[in-house]
């Protein structure tokens, strides 16, 4: 069985572009999870999305934002990039909104932010 | 809100060592979680841990959870190289799909 999927591997933007990140979650899977893992400042949770729906998100400004696709895949959007956007970007996906605490993590996407 | 804290935050034992790793919450724990992440890569699930007293184990890591639920413990016995990582507790902050993380434990093992 696949695990959860995400692309692109590494990103480099510049200030002020915007950057898409995909995460595919497991087969099955309905709930999927956004984290950034800053350097110094650990994995902070960003955005959840469930059955197309965001469900919760983080202290983050509204230039993060995403959205859940109808097989469950996900997209994050980070628009007018700032240097301190610089991070891992991690996808989790979950069995379904009761099985939250049961998350799957990716591989990650490196963003760097020049 | 509630926080996690590891300790400590970088650990170096010589290959065959015991070793332990601890996590400490600000609050009672619902669920608590172990994962083990290489630099720069996602998170590998290890452990999941839901009730006071419980002790799980596998290969040779054994994780357990404090009877007052708000500190839990992570051992590996004989290190082996292929233990070296980050390891990362996290909890289920009842608010909605979020889990929090502690900072994270590197461990490095010499062989």
């Known amino acids: 069985e696949a695990g959860v999927t995400q692309s692109p591997t590494h990103l480099i933007k510049t200030r002020g572009q915007q950057a898409t990140l995909r995460c595919s979650p497991i087969?099955?899977?309905?709930?999927v999870y956004w984290y950034q893992q800053a350097l110094g400042l650990g994995l902070q949770f960003l955005l959840w999305?469930?059955?197309?729906?965001?469900?919760n998100r983080g202290n983050f400004p509204p230039r993060f934002s995403g959205r859940q696709f109808p097989n469950y895949s996900s997209e994050l959007n980070v628009n007018a990039l700032e240097l301190e956007d610089s991070a891992l970007y991690l996808c989790?996906?979950?069995?379904?909104?009761?099985?939250?605490?049961?998350?799957?993590f990716g591989p990650g996407t490196r963003l760097t932010v020049l | 809100s509630q926080e996690l804290e590891q300790s400590p935050q970088s650990l170096i034992v010589q290959e065959g060592k015991n070793l332990t790793i601890n996590c400490t919450s600000s609050?009672?724990?619902?669920?608590l979680y172990w994962y083990k992440q290489k630099y720069g890569e996602g998170l590998i699930f290890l452990m999941m841990?839901?009730?006071?007293?419980e002790e799980k184990s596998h290969e040779k890591i054994t994780a357990k959870l404090d009877e007052k639920k708000q500190q839990s413990s992570l051992h590996i016995t004989a290190s082996q190289p292929s233990h070296a990582g980050i390891y990362l507790c996290?909890?289920?902050?009842?608010?909605?799909?979020?889990?929090?993380f502690g900072q994270g434990t590197e461990l490095s093992v010499k062989p």
């Open positions: 989790a996906s979950s069995y379904d909104r009761d099985t939250y605490n049961e998350q799957f």
């Open positions: 087969s099955g899977h309905t709930s």
């Open positions: 996290g909890a289920d902050s009842n608010q909605g799909g979020k889990l929090i």
């Open positions: 609050k009672t724990l619902y669920g």
């Open positions: 841990l839901q009730k006071g007293g």
């Open positions: 999305y469930d059955e197309g729906e965001e469900r």
